[in-house]
């Protein structure tokens, strides 16, 4: 299944608002199962958490149940307001992992984090199945890469009224980066976005539970990522939170000329750079403790804007 077209041949029509009209950040609401956060100046901080052998910066260092929750814990010290808990690498190149070795790995973390980590618990997930026993273990949010085109996902997430991250990816983790093309993968990663927003409240999700991801790395070529950055006030238009995710990823490396280990000062300049213009409103990384100061600064200094 293809998570998302892509190589249109022609220019699809969104509408597309000048970055003049975005002050860094409005108000919104986002609704999790019981729960409703409130994201304001201070952009929300998502930690990530890879229960996982093979993910492109951390795999098979939390691989073990006991040291994920330990990781986890220890990003919530650090300031995080969500975890994101994954079992299946999604780097490109990757391939998929059974049903029950995702099952294995993360609803353990997940049952053990809902009872003690006090923060939402996200589960990064492709299978309703997952996605379903994270939801009775605890967790709130379902943050699914292909971009819930799956409808047994829409129906756990209606079904326990939980918040989604909807994501937009460009063919499959295990190809999506060979040799992606788009006409204008501004307009065409916006359109894609507004028409799962439309289904999934067809469906019974409401505006309210979304929160939008352009899938910065996810069958994206240097020029698109930079073009998608450049331009975030696109996907900002729809009036839902969009979460970033650009943590330690290729293109990073590519323009900086770091190796893994020292691309977390990189990927905070370009997650600040799309908060401070209120077009990134939660942000997904690794490094949590430098993300959250740098949320409380740009929100104090938003407070002192005349």
């Not at 890469?145 to 990816?169: L, N, P, W």
Request: hydrophobic share 45%.
């Amino acid at each position: 299944m293809r998570s998302a077209e892509c190589g249109m041949n022609t220019v699809p029509s969104s509408v597309f608002i000048p970055h003049s009209a975005f002050r860094a950040p409005h108000s919104m609401l986002w609704h999790l199962r019981d729960r409703t956060l409130h994201i304001g100046p201070r952009p929300l901080v998502m930690g990530i958490v890879n229960v996982t052998p093979d993910s492109f910066s951390d795999g098979g260092t939390f691989l073990d149940p006991a040291a994920a929750v330990e990781h986890a814990l220890r990003l919530v010290s650090d300031g995080t307001d969500i975890l994101d808990i994954g079992g299946e690498s999604t780097r490109p190149g990757a391939e998929p992992v059974t049903l029950d070795d995702e099952l294995r790995r993360v609803v353990p973390v997940v049952a053990e984090l809902a009872k003690r980590a006090g923060v939402p618990i996200s589960v990064d997930t492709m299978k309703a199945e997952v996605a379903r026993a994270c939801l009775d273990a605890g967790a709130a949010i379902i943050n699914d890469v292909s971009g819930f085109r799956d409808a047994a996902m829409i129906a756990v997430a209606k079904e326990f009224r939980a918040g989604v991250v909807v994501m937009h990816m460009c063919g499959e983790p295990a190809t999506m980066q060979q040799n992606p093309r788009y006409t204008d993968v501004v307009a065409e990663v916006t359109d894609y976005l507004q028409e799962r927003l439309r289904v999934l409240g067809e469906s019974g999700i409401p505006p309210e539970a979304v929160c939008l991801d352009p899938g910065i790395g996810f069958g994206k070529s240097l020029d698109h990522n930079l073009a998608l950055l450049a331009n975030l006030n696109a996907v900002a238009s729809l009036n839902r939170p969009v979460c970033l995710g650009v943590s330690r990823k290729g293109f990073i490396g590519k323009l900086c000329g770091r190796e893994m280990s020292g691309r977390d000062a990189g990927s905070l300049a370009v997650a600040c750079f799309a908060a401070a213009r209120g077009t990134a409103h939660v942000l997904r990384v690794h490094d949590v403790a430098g993300a959250r100061d740098a949320a409380v600064l740009l929100e104090s200094i938003d407070q002192h804007r005349r």
